[in-house]
């Protein structure tokens, strides 16, 4: 196979891999880097009897330094394999840029060609797959993505460039011409009805502001009829999604002032004028308030890359209903995680890549094609930045290997003027020498994202033989799914079974000994994760498995481990629901009910977790009279509940099942359902 269809593969494999990558598939990952690195590696591989081609610029420059800044984060994070993993998620871009523009540089316009048809199969692909689950299944599209919103990024990533290629073709003349000007026709109202009938407004604004770059950039580049037919296939394609997807252009044109405003919002609304709405303006601005308020207590050189959706759940709003993942607001994330450092030097990025790609339009030596191009590139970029303010696009696997090759070839658009130096390593070192380097340095990586991938593989398997009753074979695959790659998950499954140990076990000496173990697996977990609320719970759970193993102040110590995991995530429910019952039992009747009123301050959202919390709150509330709360929170429990599918019936379980005939004789209870 040639270096060019190699390349080409690679590119497809990672891009199809890192569409089925949803934040926890660690293997699949690994697969994307890994293909990356191969990439790479082929490139300088080849270099040795071509040469390698350089020349050092402010893009490449900004880009090696953002990712050493996040290398740099690795060694500060209390959280070591959290940010090992957002080190290889970010660093997508600098590690596909380097390996595209390798390939560029010495395929050309040839490689450049195979790699966007495939950005332009995939585009459709992705868009008629989207369009049939809006379409046929009544839903919003994302194809294999998890969020609507990370799907209409995508798309806008994809179709600005194409619509670019479609200006160029509307003035050529020709049947070859005509013919590639309806080809890009079709396919640009594809993707163009696919992003508007998901009616995203944070999309649909970076859309037109990209649309408006575009048009910017070539407007001495094409004629007026050209700029006149793709504003008119634009309006034609958002009135046909109009007209033929329930609200979708509607919402999206409602909500393009009121996302554009929510930042000013921001500044002059009080924290306490925000009710428990969960519309996504509101959400916004709550979730803006909570991240802000981490940014004011973390260093300035970041909490770590990766590691928001563990610091930020002591500081989230009780009017928070989303899921606590991401701030919603790329630049305010990565300067929570990064410092003000990280956030200077991406900016540096994005400032280096449009200059880079002004340069190339304005570039005379550049022919009209390449010129268009590159503006289409720029507004492909430009539409990312602009979502990036009421999204998390920088953590989307997909988004940022594309970003890295528009970046890859709008740096290889720039060197079209010369200026190009080739280093030859055959002057340097031998042909075998230098091949042992190359390998030895794609080795390095490719062992450690094999070991994620193995890990990921064994804690899998381990899950499955949990399920069967297998607790032997799967504590070997969690013990191996460590040394592969040290996380605190399988230690926690691991201190699961031997939870499960104390409690089953009758003989005295075995339960000693699974209790010991059990507490030295939580406390590895805690030195490796320290902010995961779950280690604690574990904890709490262990030290009452274990209350009659000879422990004597077990109940002060599971109260301690109770409360420390709700310090870390307040919306820990089962930690709140069993502090609130060992309270009970001590007989702190009034403690308990302040960590249950505690915790109804929170939105009530459709977990299930949350359920046999909320069937205290009730028995709690109707114990001491109040049959107005206890209405609300049972009418939240049924409304939980037929969002889960699960049976009126089962409510029972959650300890009220003498209570729920005399709530549903309540007149609170009559109205509110």
């Avoid at 294999?144 to 990533?157: D, G, K, M, T, V």
């Avoid at 080809?183 to 508007?196: F, G």
């Avoid at 999309?203 to 009829?225: P, T």
């Avoid at 890859?408 to 003027?417: M, P, Q, S």
Wanted: proline letters at 4%; one cysteine or more.
């Amino acid at each position: 196979m040639s270096r060019g269809r190699v390349a080409v593969a690679l590119v497809a494999f990672a891009m199809g891999a890192a569409l089925f990558e949803h934040g926890g598939d660690l293997a699949v990952l690994a697969a994307v880097q890994g293909a990356g690195i191969l990439w790479l590696a082929r490139g300088l591989w080849a270099g040795y009897a071509e040469g390698l081609r350089w020349r050092p610029a402010a893009l490449s420059v900004a880009l090696f330094a953002f990712w050493i800044w996040l290398g740099a984060g690795i060694l500060i994070t209390s959280v070591t394999f959290v940010s090992v993993l957002a080190f290889w998620t970010l660093g997508s871009v600098p590690l596909f840029h380097v390996a595209s523009l390798t390939e560029l540089r010495s395929s050309g316009e040839t490689g450049w060609r195979r790699i966007s048809c495939l950005l332009c199969v995939l585009a459709a692909v992705v868009a008629i797959h989207g369009i049939w689950q809006r379409v046929v299944l009544q839903e919003q599209g994302h194809s294999l993505f998890l969020n609507p919103r990370s799907y209409e990024a995508f798309l806008n990533l994809l179709l600005l460039p194409v619509a670019a290629a479609l200006l160029h073709a509307s003035d050529r003349q020709g049947r070859a011409a005509r013919r590639k000007y309806w080809l890009l026709a079709a396919l640009a109202t594809l993707v163009l009805y696919a992003q508007a009938g998901n009616g995203g407004r944070g999309s649909a604004l970076g859309l037109w502001v990209a649309i408006a770059l575009l048009f910017f950039l070539v407007r001495r580049q094409v004629s007026r009829q050209a700029l006149a037919r793709l504003l008119a296939l634009v309006v034609a394609v958002y009135g046909l999604a109009a007209l033929t997807v329930p609200n979708s252009v509607g919402r999206a044109s409602a909500g393009l002032g009121s996302v554009a405003a929510e930042a000013l919002a921001l500044a002059a609304r009080p924290a306490d004028s925000l009710n428990g709405d969960t519309d996504r303006d509101s959400q916004r601005l709550v979730i803006w308030r909570g991240a802000i308020e981490l940014w004011r207590h973390s260093p300035w050189y970041g909490t770590g890359p990766g590691t928001f959706w563990l610091t930020y759940r002591p500081y989230r709003e009780p009017q928070d209903a989303s899921a606590g993942q991401h701030a919603h607001n790329d630049y305010l994330e990565l300067l929570i995680e990064l410092g003000w450092p990280g956030l200077a030097l991406l900016l540096l990025v994005m400032a280096s890549a449009t200059r880079t790609a002004l340069g190339a339009v304005h570039n005379a030596r550049l022919t009209a094609s390449q010129r268009m191009e590159a503006a289409g590139l720029l507004a492909g970029l430009g539409a990312i930045a602009v979502h990036s303010l009421f999204s998390f696009n920088f953590y989307l696997p997909p988004v940022l290997i594309a970003i890295a090759l528009y970046s890859g070839r709008l740096r290889a658009l720039a060197e079209r003027g010369g200026g190009l130096k080739i280093w030859r390593p055959s002057r340097w070192v031998g042909r075998r020498a230098y091949r042992v380097m190359v390998l030895g340095m794609a080795a390095i990586p490719l062992s450690q994202l094999g070991g994620i991938a193995v890990a990921d593989a064994r804690i899998r398997q381990a899950n499955q033989q949990m399920a069967r009753a297998e607790f032997e074979s799967s504590g070997t695959n969690l013990r191996r799914a460590f040394r592969a790659f040290a996380t605190d998950r399988p230690l926690l499954e691991l201190a699961r079974i031997y939870i499960r140990g104390v409690r089953t076990m009758r003989d005295e000496a075995a339960r000693r000994h699974f209790f010991n173990e059990g507490i030295k697996l939580l406390d590895r977990a805690a030195e490796v994760n320290p902010l995961r609320a779950y280690t604690p719970l574990l904890r709490a759970a262990l030290i009452e498995s274990g209350a009659d193993a000879g422990d004597p102040v077990w109940q002060p110590r599971a109260v301690r481990a109770y409360r420390h995991a709700l310090a870390l995530d307040p919306r820990q429910w089962v930690a709140r629901a069993a502090l609130a019952q060992l309270l009970l039992k001590q007989g702190q009747r009034a403690d308990a009910v302040r960590v249950v009123e505690a915790g109804l301050r929170f939105a009530r959202l459709a977990e299930p977790s949350a359920l046999p919390f909320y069937g205290l709150a009730v028995r709690l509330a109707m114990e001491r009279g109040d049959s107005a709360g206890a209405a609300a929170v049972y009418q939240d429990m049924k409304r939980i509940s037929n969002t889960l599918h699960l049976t009126p019936e089962s409510l029972a379980a959650f300890g009220i099942e003498a209570w729920i005939p005399v709530i549903e004789a309540l007149p609170e209870a009559a109205g509110g359902g």
